[in-house]
């Protein structure tokens, strides 16, 4: 079984029919959505290039470089920033997007429910969907939403107790990027960080790897083949989620997304075939805690 658990529902960069079209061609079983967070874009050759030496400094010695270049991605009025090119961040996220397609093919696809803390009571918007066909779980993003995960504490307690994982995608800044403050506070609610727990990398996984409540996924583009090479080697394959981050990133010949590239860095990797299992489905669905249906 192959499930996708990072994707966000942006039908102006990818339609559902194309979606679903390249689930049964790659042997994608389920999708997890999440509701569209900003304007459309893609990245050309050489915002990839630049990319890639962001990923390298913040991996390595340069980190206090990578972190300021991943923190002038988002300015301080608030938008998403590709070289000066500026694109708008939706404060409040159409959840009702993520249903509609999950109604019409309950078979596919899976939801997260998005919440943003500065702009509506996350519980209230849990509370619509909780308990309803296909939502498995809890997205945030301190990062581009310029909160501190200190304002998740309500959510996270919410998560632990209605046993659902909350994906969120940290910032650089000391309070939006504390990795460490609500696993701590919250151990019976399981985190996932995405695209390898950026912006910190290697510099959280030590204590990732330790803490039985702490995942990361490996979705792009902020990772590439030898950070999750990395990730997998380092956090072991019982803390990796395979997601792929479409329809960002990895475009294919036809320009659109390529729902195959990182399947075939998965396949590559050095491991058993329960570990790799593992990391495209097993894992995930331990999170999910039985809310398959």
Known sequence: MIIDAHYHLEERLETVDRLVDQMTRHGIDRVALMAVQVDPFRMNGFQEALAGVMRKALMGRGHGIGLAMYNTTVTRGGKFSLLGKLYSIY?????RQV????????????GWIFVNPRAADPIDEMDKWVGRRGWIGVKCHPFWNRHPVSMLDDTA???GEKGLPLLAHLGGTKGRGDYK???????KTNFIYPHAAVPHYR????????????FVDLSGPYCDEPMRRAAVRELGAEKCIFGTDGPYGYSGPDGLYDHGAILQEIDRLPISDSNRERILAGNFKDLMRGRES
């Open 91 to 95: 404060p409040t996220p159409d959840n």
């Open 99 to 110: 249903a509609r397609v999950m109604r019409e093919y309950p078979d596919k696809f899976y």
């Open 157 to 159: 307690a919410y998560c």
């Open 181 to 187: 403050l609500l696993p701590e506070r919250h151990p």
């Open 203 to 214: 510099r959280s996984w030590d204590y990732i790897r330790k803490k039985d409540n702490v």
